[in-house]
C-alpha cells in the first residue's frame, strides 16, 4: 500500500536539461538521472495500525499477509529502505471500511493493489499523515492515531458548526460568528496566560459524541505564543461548537515554567464566554476519575489554581 507522487515540475523540469537529447536510452547516465529523479518523488505507506484493521483486509485474495506481526515487520523494513535512498515518506492511516466505500464510490475492484494504491494517495493528499523520520512503528503508530482522532474531530466539530444556519435575528452566519468567538477566546486566554509552556485542553459534549482538542503552545517573556496552526484551527473549531450550541464545556490549562511546579487553571463554558473555575473546582475535576468518579491522588509538583479573567467579551451569542 504504498503510493509514489509525481516528481515536482522544477525537478523534473532541470533534469531534463542535463539529458543529451543524441544520446540513447539506458546509459549509464539515464540510469543515474533516473536515480536522482527516484531520491526526489516522495513515498506514502498506508498503514494498517492494529489486528481488526489487518483482519478484514485478509477477506482481499491479493492482500499477501498472513499475520499482522509479520506485515508490521514488513512495513517496518520496507520504510527503512525508502529512507536509506535518501526520499521523503509518510505514513497514513489506512482504514478497510474508508478503503472499501472509496472503491465502491469510484467502481473500483477493492482486491487489487492498483485500488490499495489509489486510496492511499486519496489518503495522503486529504487525510492524517506523519512523516517517517526512521522511528520505530511503536512510537509512530499512537502518533498516527492521535492525528487521525483529531482530524476526525476537527471534521465533525466543522459539519456541525456549518448545519447551524444564520441568526434568525441578525442574518449572520452563527458557525462563522461562534468560530470568530472561539478564536478571541482563545487568544485572550493565551495573551493573559503569560510565558512558559502552556498545554491546553478542551472538551464539549454533543448529541453523538464527547469533542475533545489539545492545543501545545509556547510563550517567551516577550512575544506572542508560538503554536501549530493546525492545532490552533482545531481547537477553535471545538471551543466553537461549545460556544455555538452553548453546551456545558470546559477548558483546562496546565502551564510548566523553569524552577516552578506546573500550574493548572480551569474554566466552564456559560453563555458563550469561559467562566473561570475555582481552584477548589479545578482540584476536584483534575483529580476525580471521568469514568468512575472515583478520587485521584493529586499529581506530585502541581498547584491547582483557580481560572483566571481573561476579559469581557462584548459580542453576544447567535442563535
Not at 499482522?68 to 526520499?87: C, F, R
Not at 472538551?203 to 464527547?210: A, G, H, I, L, W
Request: charged share 20%; with cysteine.
Amino acid at each position: 500500500m504504498a503510493q509514489q507522487d509525481n516528481t515536482k515540475h522544477s525537478s523534473a523540469h532541470n533534469a531534463k536539461h542535463r539529458i543529451n537529447p543524441s544520446s540513447k536510452h539506458g546509459t549509464k547516465q539515464d540510469t543515474t538521472l533516473r536515480r536522482t529523479l527516484r531520491r526526489e518523488a516522495p513515498s506514502t505507506v498506508g498503514l494498517l495500525v492494529d489486528t481488526q484493521d489487518f483482519a478484514a483486509m485478509r477477506r482481499y485474495r491479493t492482500f499477501p499477509f498472513d499475520d499482522h506481526a509479520g506485515y508490521l515487520h514488513q512495513v517496518e523494513g520496507l520504510l527503512k529502505s525508502l529512507a536509506a535512498q535518501g526520499m521523503h515518506i509518510t505514513v497514513a492511516l489506512f482504514d478497510p471500511e474508508d478503503y472499501a466505500d472509496f472503491c465502491a464510490e469510484s467502481g473500483l475492484d477493492a482486491d487489487t493493489g492498483a485500488s490499495r494504491s489509489r486510496f492511499t494517495a486519496e489518503i495522503a493528499a486529504a487525510g492524517a499523515t506523519i512523516a517517517y523520520t526512521g522511528q520505530r512503528l511503536t512510537d509512530l503508530i499512537p502518533l498516527l492515531v492521535a492525528r487521525a482522532v483529531r482530524q476526525a474531530t476537527w471534521e465533525y466539530a466543522t459539519l456541525l458548526l456549518a448545519d447551524l444556519g444564520a441568526c434568525a435575528d441578525c442574518g449572520q452566519d452563527i458557525g462563522r460568528a461562534a468560530f470568530d468567538r472561539a478564536s478571541h477566546l482563545l487568544t485572550r486566554l493565551l495573551e493573559t496566560a503569560g510565558p512558559g509552556t502552556h498545554h491546553l485542553v478542551c472538551s464539549t459534549p454533543t448529541e453523538n459524541d464527547q469533542l475533545l482538542a489539545v492545543l501545545h503552545t509556547h510563550r517567551d517573556t516577550t512575544g506572542p505564543a508560538r503554536l501549530d496552526t493546525s492545532e490552533g484551527a482545531e481547537f477553535a473549531t471545538v471551543l466553537a461548537v461549545a460556544v455555538a450550541l452553548e453546551a456545558p464545556g470546559g477548558v483546562v490549562l496546565r502551564t510548566s515554567a523553569p524552577d516552578s511546579p506546573d500550574r493548572v487553571h480551569g474554566w466552564r463554558l456559560a453563555y458563550g464566554a469561559l467562566a473561570p473555575l475555582t481552584a477548589g473546582e479545578v482540584f476536584n475535576a483534575y483529580c476525580t476519575d471521568a469514568e468512575t468518579g472515583e478520587p485521584v491522588s493529586p499529581e506530585s509538583g502541581v498547584e491547582y489554581c483557580a481560572g483566571f479573567d481573561i476579559g469581557a467579551d462584548p459580542a453576544e451569542p447567535h442563535r
